[in-house]
């Protein structure tokens, strides 16, 4: 019989999440970055893509479109990024860095680039190149739903589970 393990995958797996954002988060601000680290992934889409929807902007960091207008959403009030009228259509909005934060963008994409090296020395250190490992996992659960995994190894929840 396999031993119940506690936490479980997920658990551990929401901390070590955690333990990142709030490590992050420390890092930019004893460096005097004033953006919350929960928002870089957006900055990092803006310089490099330049100017995007919040619909092109979750579809290419990966989180809900809600989730990204409600992070765009405070840092246009407060001036980091700026919302402005889509060229292609006058209906949508597209979202771009503010002249004002291009500086201090700049300074969030060099040391995102340095972080690279910590997190690629960090996966030696494991012996995992985790980010890897969890971008195969992701592709693994899109093709193959962790429902249809119980059922096929524990046909006994398969009418459960399907109705």
Known sequence: MTKLRSPQFGAILFRASELISVQGAEVFDRLGISLHA???SIVLALHSKGALSSTEL???IGLSRQLIESRLKSSVED???ISLPDPKDSRKRIYNISDDSRVEA???VSVMKDFEQVYSTLWEEIGVELEGALKLMEKALARKALAYRLCEDFPKYYNEIEQ
């Open 38 to 40: 929960n928002k870089i």
């Open 58 to 60: 979750s579809q290419h």
């Open 79 to 81: 001036g980091f990024f």
């Open 106 to 108: 700049e300074r969030i």
